[in-house]
């Protein structure tokens, strides 16, 4: 088992940044990667950005790429995403995931990752 904990979101003003961390606790040695994904009223859950765990590959969606940088910690076994120039379109409830033991690939897909936090809100305003 990994749980999963996210902080950091809020309410920002367009073109403000914040920093979600997401503290990664239980089984980490089997860890693959982490990602984290976020989901608008209405809409489903869509990829944001991954990191592998080992290694520190990182992937991003197009319409992040630029302004938000996803980093882990592993001595603090701690995943962060830095979200740069953040746009009203940004508003969703940000998830991070584990995906564990993992498929050997880092995946964009929400249904690869077996653990998921509770979700933190960030609300950009025009």
């Known amino acids: 088992q990994v749980q999963l904990v996210e902080s950091g979101g809020g309410l920002v003003q367009a073109g403000a940044s914040l920093r979600l961390s997401c503290a990664v606790s239980g089984r980490t040695f089997g860890v693959y990667a982490m990602g984290w994904f976020r989901q608008a009223p209405g809409k489903e859950r869509e990829f944001v950005a991954a990191?592998?765990?080992?290694?520190?590959?990182?992937f991003y969606a197009d319409s992040v790429k630029g302004r938000f940088t996803i980093s882990r910690d592993n001595a603090k076994n701690t995943v962060y995403l830095q979200m740069n120039s953040l746009k009203p379109e940004d508003t969703a409830v940000y998830y991070c995931?584990?995906?564990?033991?993992?498929?050997?690939?880092?995946?964009?897909?929400?249904?690869?990752?077996?653990?998921w936090g509770q979700g933190t809100q960030v609300t950009v305003s025009s």
């Open positions: 990191v592998r765990w080992i290694g520190g590959i990182t």
């Open positions: 995931a584990a995906d564990s033991p993992g498929g050997g690939y880092v995946s964009v897909r929400p249904a690869a990752y077996d653990y």
